[in-house]
């Protein structure tokens, strides 16, 4: 995966780029906040200090009433600004995480499906959804950048402002701030070490949260009686959660009492020398209010730039998740071959082993297999033999570790993707419903452009034609009711026919059906059987089972064990062999017989 480093200077600019490009306006209102933001500070320090300045002077009530009103309504429309973009950015903060979606989403479904499942790429993908859920955290990252600028123009302005009264005074603030930052730090890390215990029984409780009100679960609980157990188990983690929490919040109590002292102390230096100055007439009344504005001013700015450097961690963690998301490749460039759509195609295993990343051992081992050209071949074998592994290497989705895939003679992996994808069309074993509507769900394709004769044709093949005509609103009928409240629900035999009927639609040349049966009922199964050869034809098909006594129809059977090919031939070439398959063959058929006989 991508090791390129990403900077805290670089990510920043990427940020405030995203920004722009999904609305200009959040972009430079984190720049423009800035001017109404200390305009406002600084005309509320400085209104007092000339309030004093002018009744010292001797000025007319006229003049000091209209100084006043003219600084109040410099201050008002500061704020007023200050709050509309702020409001702005609040709102808009938000909007931008959905930008950040649209690319992570984007991006995940271009990556290549075998980096898509590495370790690696889960954690990252991970940790992109973990930041992208929490909202407030995008959010904040906006508005907390003109809070950022502020703090940092404000933080050397009113020093240097206060430079000119001691600088030993602006130093006694920055070693108080420093002292109570590192209290901040340490009560912290004492929270990151209580985290960890507390881990332990937040786990516990989301697992009883979870099962507790999943209806498949419910059926268990009650029939084991296990509500006691769950709610004494759950009682026993909200009262570890609880006093760890009393733990925590006494930390934290406790470092704001030393904060309030270490202020108390600051303030009261930092009073105490200005009232000193001010008795010994080195200080007018004027400049004592200024400079006391002063001294709050950079004591609440110089802690909030601190507090603001420190957060930049968080931003700079989350940009660099999406920057190396969005930085990993999408496919490799390949060429488009012609290819005959309405016939099958000639796939050759040639020497191909797969070892899974960080494995200790291949899962397919020099595999050599030619699949002809409109033959239909079944892959059988026990449960972790290869055969999902074998698919997802036909798919394309995995590319070989050893050895080389050829179709129609052609090297798999020069193909464009997306063109091999089109050669393809399979039947998962978890395929899944999109919320859309059912010919959508059929086609891949709007209304307008759905081939009519040809839906029919499939829906009489997968025998889902019957379901389908007494849906309320035909094919417009929406599914999926997580999404569309209006949905109709399909039963899992009803769900198989409608996605063998969705394979059958696509008409690629090579059809995958993995264990395409496993929710039919024997008459569906016998009744998809009989339609087999004509949703078959002129195609080259693999099929997937595990019930020996659906593969007789193929024109050869292939027997995965042990990582590698033991056994092909037809069924009746394979009995009368008397190996492997004849003995799995004669276990399966005896069980049906004693199922039949009870």
């Not at 892959?379 to 394309?396: E, S």
Request: some cysteine; hydrophobic content about 40%.
């Amino acid at each position: 995966m991508n090791s390129k480093k990403y900077s805290l200077g670089g990510n920043i600019l990427f940020h405030l780029n995203s920004a722009r490009q999904w609305n200009q306006w959040v972009c430079y209102f984190q720049f423009l906040d800035v001017i109404p933001n200390m305009a406002a500070t600084f005309l509320g320090i400085w209104l007092p200090s000339l309030i004093v300045s002018e009744l010292q002077s001797g000025v007319t009530l006229t003049v000091l009433m209209a100084s006043i009103i003219t600084v109040s309504v410099g201050l008002l429309l500061s704020n007023v600004a200050d709050t509309a973009m702020t409001q702005y950015l609040y709102r808009n903060g938000l909007s931008l995480t959905l930008y950040y979606d649209k690319l992570a989403f984007e991006k995940t479904m271009k990556i290549d499906y075998d980096l898509l499942e590495s370790k690696e790429v889960q954690k990252l993908v991970g940790n992109v959804w973990g930041t992208l859920r929490n909202e407030f955290a995008i959010r904040w990252s906006v508005t907390s950048m003109p809070v950022l600028i502020v703090s940092v123009l404000s933080s050397v302005l009113y020093g240097f402002l206060l430079c000119r009264v001691n600088a030993i005074l602006v130093l006694v603030l920055i070693v108080t701030i420093g002292v109570n930052t590192f209290l901040l730090k340490r009560t912290r890390d004492i929270h990151g070490k209580y985290h960890e215990e507390l881990s332990r029984h937040t786990k516990a409780a989301a697992y009883i949260n979870l099962h507790a009100m999943e209806r498949s679960d419910g059926k268990d609980i009650r029939m084991y009686q296990m509500q006691d157990w769950f709610l004494r188990k759950y009682d026993d983690a909200v009262s570890g959660m609880d006093r760890i929490y009393g733990k925590i919040h006494t930390q934290y109590f406790l470092r704001r009492l030393k904060e309030l002292g270490l202020g108390f102390a600051a303030e009261l230096i930092s009073y105490g020398y200005l009232v000193y100055l001010l008795a010994e007439g080195r200080m007018s009344v004027s400049e004592f209010v200024f400079s006391v504005g002063l001294v709050r001013t950079f004591l609440t700015n110089f802690s909030t730039l601190i507090g603001q450097v420190q957060s930049l961690n968080n931003i700079h963690a989350f940009i660099t998740y999406i920057r190396k998301l969005l930085d990993l490749p999408e496919k490799a460039e390949g060429k488009v071959f012609d290819t005959d759509m309405t016939k099958g195609v000639e796939i050759v295993f040639k020497d191909v082993s797969f070892r899974y990343p960080d494995a200790d051992a291949d899962v397919l081992s020099d595999i050599n297999l030619t699949i002809h050209s409109n033959e239909k071949l079944a892959l059988i074998g026990l449960n972790g033999a290869g055969k999902t592994t074998f698919v997802k290497l036909l798919c394309g989705f995995y590319k070989p570790t050893k050895g080389e895939i050829l179709i129609n003679g052609i090297p798999q992996k020069d193909y464009d993707r997306d063109a091999y994808l089109k050669l393809v069309s399979a039947l998962f074993q978890d395929s899944m419903l999109f919320p859309v509507s059912v010919d959508e769900n059929l086609t891949g394709a709007v209304r307008t452009q759905t081939d009519e004769k040809r839906l029919s044709h499939v829906l009489k093949l997968s025998g889902f034609d019957k379901r389908y005509q007494s849906l309320s609103r035909g094919g417009e009928t929406k599914m999926v009711r997580e999404v569309n409240e209006d949905a109709t629900d399909v039963s899992g035999g009803e769900k198989q026919k409608l996605l063998f009927a969705r394979a059958l639609y696509k008409e690629a040349p090579l059809l995958i059906l993995d264990e395409p049966t496993a929710a039919l009922d024997p008459i569906a199964e016998n009744e998809l059987y009989l339609r087999y050869g004509e949703a078959a034809k002129n195609r080259t098909v693999v099929f997937i089972s595990h019930r020996l006594s659906s593969t007789r129809f193929c024109d050869r059977i292939v027997l995965l064990e042990g990582t590698r090919i033991i056994e092909e031939g037809t069924h009746e070439e394979l009995i009368e062999k008397n190996g492997r398959y004849a003995a799995l063959f004669e276990m399966q058929s005896q069980y049906y017989r004693e199922g039949a006989a009870v």
